[in-house]
């Protein structure tokens, strides 16, 4: 083991044990050696870091830190120890069944510098459960939650410098699980390889929080029940691309996407949605669809549901929305705002929806959307500010990172 920890300014804990690493996978497909441990970490420091870029301007996801977190897996040895390197290129065979058959899989959470200059990450092990579900559902090993948690802590730590001293701006985590079995079978690989690169990123959208258009249209359906949908598979996400300029081309700028011959409504391109409004019982109501194997379970939506309903100043139901719902409730005035929600925006509120041949405009109130701005500012205050909700992670202080949770 190579710890050379005093650089990045930790202690190396040697107590640290691994549990849980055949979990949800039968005995004789369980790896025979150890997993993936923190304590094991081997750092390689660049030579050669990089210029940081203007944090005014960064287009998300086009650059990357210095460095980057790889864990292998065979399904003889076991995970390998996890290795800290420079950024660079991977070499896969030209077989492996990530590029052949998507086996593959990603999680997106943020890293924010808080007032204190503090680097915090928001709800991680909800990140970590999420991609040990998508995993089982790609057919990738189990891993270690917490020990991958202690690994990107010390990748950040490292890159520290690339985690953006300001309010709007953070540093994207972008977990990647791919199946590198060498052949072509379909088959479950018999070799993975997690990584984890990290990319400073501004506002995700271009027009800040300026209310979205919409295109809902039935063409193009995200995900449906037994499919993948509720998990964050790259496939999901490849092709829903040509439905993006689809909606582009009709003058919109996300697509609505619709489930079902009632025209469900599911998801706001890659967010979840949330419709506050007047129920049809009078009641004052925020929505979002359930999590019924086509909605993606969203760490914000989570975050805005426990939210709202700890608030208890209006109903706050998971329930099915269609088009014909919503249609009805504009008709009625009954609709107060809608918005998306997500780790790259926080939340995206929606301004105008093209279905069958007809601009739905969504109202804001008076001075924007209120509940949305509301939202926006608590969670933010969470992440970056961290007002309330404050909570050391309990591996978290020696790290001089504390993280930022819920209750
Ligand atoms: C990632 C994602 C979301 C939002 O999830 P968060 O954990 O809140 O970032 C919503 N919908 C889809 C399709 C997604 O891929």
Redesign the pocket.
């Known amino acids: 083991m190579v710890c050379n920890n005093a650089q990045v300014g930790i202690t190396c804990q040697s107590n640290i044990h691994i549990n849980g690493r055949n979990q949800g996978f039968p005995a004789e497909h369980s790896p025979k050696h150890h997993t993936a441990s923190a304590t094991d970490l081997i750092i390689e420091r660049s030579q050669t870091p990089k210029a940081r870029p203007d944090q005014t301007n960064l287009v998300f996801g086009t650059v990357f830190t210095d460095h980057m977190l790889t864990i292998e897996w065979t399904s003889t040895g076991g995970w390998e120890e996890p290795h800290i390197k420079p950024f660079d290129n991977l070499s896969l065979h030209p077989a492996c069944s990530a590029m052949h058959y998507a086996v593959q899989l990603f999680e997106?959470?943020k890293a924010y510098r808080d007032a204190d200059d503090k680097v915090r990450l928001f709800r991680p092990m909800?990140?970590m459960n999420?991609m040990a579900k998508s995993a089982q559902r790609a057919c990738l090993p189990a891993f270690d939650k917490a020990e991958l948690v202690e690994c990107i802590k010390k990748l950040i730590q490292l890159d520290q410098e690339w985690v953006p001293k300001s309010n709007s701006a953070s540093l994207y985590i972008r977990p990647t699980f791919l199946g590198t079995e060498p052949s072509l079978g379909v088959k479950k690989p018999s070799r993975a390889l997690l990584y984890v690169i990290l990319s400073p990123v501004g506002s995700y959208f271009s027009t800040g929080a300026k209310p979205v258009s919409l295109w809902a249209d039935s063409k193009y359906v995200?995900a449906w029940k037994g499919g993948t949908?509720d998990c964050?598979m790259g496939g999901?996400?490849g092709a829903s691309i040509y439905a993006q300029y689809e909606a582009v081309d009709y003058g919109c700028q996300q697509v609505l996407w619709l489930y079902g011959d009632d025209h469900q409504i599911t998801?706001v391109?890659?967010?979840?949605v949330f419709l506050f409004w007047t129920n049809e019982e009078g009641e004052e109501e925020l929505s979002t669809p359930p999590l019924d194997g086509v909605?993606?379970?969203?760490?914000?939506?989570?975050?805005i549901l426990e939210l709202t309903r700890k608030w208890g100043e209006f109903k706050v139901c998971e329930r099915h929305l269609t088009m014909a719902d919503l249609c009805c409730a504009l008709k009625e005035r009954r609709v107060k705002e809608m918005f998306g929600?997500?780790?790259?925006c926080v939340v995206s509120p929606v301004g105008r929806i093209l279905y069958q041949g007809e601009n739905l405009h969504i109202p804001c109130q008076e001075d924007g959307p209120q509940l949305a701005s509301r939202l926006m500012k608590e969670l933010t205050d969470i992440q970056v500010r961290s007002l309330t909700h404050r909570h050391t992670h309990p591996r978290g202080t020696h790290s001089g990172f504390t993280t930022s949770v819920f209750r």
């Open positions: 997106g959470m909800l990140n999420r995200r949908g964050k999901n996400y998801e391109g890659t967010m979840n909605i993606l379970p969203g760490i914000t939506r989570q975050s929600s997500g780790t790259a």
